[in-house]
């Protein structure tokens, strides 16, 4: 191992849809963080591992610090914040086409009580004139001490590079965590029911909305043809919802299907048989019992 090796844990924040799960999958090179044009789609610490000989950055991706709307809600607000005082660095990133909004303030007044540097990263900087860069990079310098400000384009990978340099020098020297080969620690079963959920959000558009979630009842070996099989729940919380998930003549359900079996059979290197249900319970949202069912311990935080 490199002398000097260097690691760190990086937490990515910003307001929904700025870029940061195309920002993961283009530094980790895999699909990893969900992606969906809808607001709110990441609910779970989903860490990348960016190993090289120098070291090796865990990017932590904070569900949104956003003003709460129900119980997953205000559950989701605290896990983000406790996770800032745990890394060594933020990455506060914000969309160069949109420019500040009230959104970056709520965000810029929790961060007051944190004491980790933030990086600004500027994302989409493709979608903008050069020239409107720089006021931008004024505006937010007056409102917050930012340790740099950084325009990059995550879908371009334009600067990308530059960012890990930067982040690098200001990572302390530390151990490797986890094995060059691992690009996420969480388990594989969570990384298959987002990958469903995304599928649901991407072909059911603004039918169905954030009130999906999806549970993997079993992931098994099928022995002979080499096959794996991945047996999964929908979770909605109306009847007129599974109309739509479900389809004419189930064509929905089978779309999302085809498309999430291919997307889990890169990730496990293997043929995948996946069998989906849709199942309505309501309301699951504000029943403490519900959510730690799917998957948000409360304890846990």
């Known amino acids: 191992m490199h002398n000097n090796f260097k690691s760190g844990f990086i937490a990515i924040i910003g307001r929904p849809n700025v870029g940061k799960s195309t920002f993961m999958n283009h530094v980790i090179g895999q699909k990893i963080a969900i992606m969906s044009d809808k607001a709110q789609t990441t609910r779970n610490k989903i860490q990348g591992v960016y190993t090289d000989e120098q070291k090796q950055i865990v990017f932590i991706d904070t569900p949104g610090i956003h003003k709460p709307k129900h119980k997953l809600g205000d559950f989701m607000v605290k896990i983000a914040e406790n996770t800032l005082n745990e890394v060594d660095a933020i990455m506060f990133m914000i969309n160069a086409d949109e420019g500040y909004g009230m959104g970056d303030q709520y965000i810029m007044d929790r961060l007051e009580s944190i004491k980790k540097p933030v990086f600004l990263v500027i994302n989409k900087i493709d979608l903008v004139h050069p020239d409107q860069l720089l006021p931008l990079i004024d505006q937010y310098k007056d409102k917050y001490p930012f340790k740099e400000i950084i325009p990059i384009s995550a879908l371009e990978g334009n600067n990308v590079n530059h960012l890990m340099d930067v982040f ?55 022995g002979e043809d080499e096959k794996v099989l991945v047996q999964a729940t929908i979770v909605i919380e109306r009847k007129s919802q599974k109309g739509i998930i479900i389809g004419k003549q189930g064509q929905m359900l089978k779309e999302i299907g085809k498309r999430a079996r291919q997307d889990i059979e890169r990730l496990l290197g293997s043929k995948v048989y996946l069998e989906l249900w849709v199942k309505v319970q309501e309301n699951w949202r504000n029943k403490p019992h519900q959510l730690s069912e799917f998957g948000f311990n409360q304890d846990e935080y």
Do not use: C, M, W
Request: proline share 9%; net charge negative; charged share 30%.
């Open 168 to 222: 690098t020098e200001h990572l302390p020297e530390g151990p490797q965590y986890y094995p060059d080969d691992q690009i996420t620690d969480h388990p594989e079963r969570f990384i298959i029911s987002e990958l469903i959920r995304e599928k649901v959000l991407q072909l059911t558009r603004e039918e169905v909305p954030h009130s999906v979630a999806v549970v993997i009842d079993g992931i098994d070996n099928r």
